[in-house]
């Protein structure tokens, strides 16, 4: 599944919301074009297949106007939430993944920092992605507290007025506040749900998690005020992996310089001259999995977007592993603090498909 970057897809929400010479798609409720205040809540990790199978736990979202839109290339949160944010393509904002090549360092953008260390005063955000969110205006923004000095921040929110809380509860709050104080439009991040499914997958927990997720968003239509409306949608899907995890065959391995990407959209960087050799052999070994694909077959797909700037195609690798079945790639550099279970990057519909639904009174 590729985005729809022309028409349904995440990184044209924004300005369908604030720009006034872009028409209202077809997409979006009218009700969410025509408000007098709007609220666009992420809810990380909440992928559309995932929904539709838990309605009966989220029946405040199932009731909701609305459907299905695609996300961005890869699934991964840095790159969706940049372009839903700039109301940009990967191409053109420049975060093209999770775990980014620039130069000869891999870039950890969440964390922003590479195995030196924290990276904010060597690569500056600003130089990764210098376009400005939400249509050049400086809504509030309601993400987590210790989000506000980091370089994915600085990156895909610059400007904002920041607006921190620690808590789902207060998050809500937040918004209420925000609503009563007359603010004409408001930002809201939310990654429960993402972090429950890559700890513990999509059982028990998840469910446990969507549904109480599903209250908050009951409590936040019930406090808008009358010509308000809250528009949700996510920066990716998720598929379960667990155990399953393919290391990188040593025939391919013999050909790579370093890896970037994720698990699922896993970049090798091949060794000087090596790049027709390292394509073949990847096909040869993991096609049985994966999608291998070129760099150059990615650009002429059109997955960043129609437009891919000079700097951010040096940002890619040579070849590269996108699983097509419920398996992720090793690389031994990317490391977290458990074994994720839930995972996502690639271009399953189960990834690629997001909720786009809207709430007014």
Known sequence: MLPDYDDACTSNLIPALLDPDVERPSWLAAEAVEADQVVVLVLDGLGWEQLQARRSLMPTLAAMQGGRITTVCPTTTATALTSITTGLPPGEHGVIGYRMAV?????????????????????????????????????????????EHSGFSDAHLFGSRFVGYRMPSTMAIEVARLLRAGEPFVYAYYDGI????????LGEHYDAEVAAVDQMVRYLVGVLPVGAALVITADHGQVEVGDRVVRVHPEVLSHVDFQSGEARFRWLHGLPGSSSSLL???????????????????????????????????????????AREP???????????????????????AEVYVPLLVAGR
Not at 294 to 318: H, I, N, T
């Open 327 to 349: 398996v992720a790639y090793d690389d031994p550099t990317d490391t977290g603090p458990y074994e994720l279970i839930g995972r996502h990057g690639s271009m399953t519909s």
């Open 194 to 201: 993402d972090k429950v499914a890559h700890e513990y997958g």
């Open 103 to 147: 130069g000869r360092d891999v870039l950890n953008v969440l964390r922003w920092s590479t195995h030196r260390g924290d990276a904010r005063q060597a690569i500056p955000a600003r130089s990764i992605c210098d376009a400005e969110p939400f249509v050049a205006q400086r809504p509030p923004i309601v993400v987590r507290a210790e989000f």
């Open 280 to 322: 073949r052999a990847a096909r040869e070994h993991h096609s049985n999995t994966a999608w291998v694909v070129s760099a150059e077959q990615v650009l002429d797909e059109r997955w960043f977007g129609s437009k891919v700037l000079p700097e951010v195609r040096a940002r890619l690798g040579d070849v590269a592993l996108v």
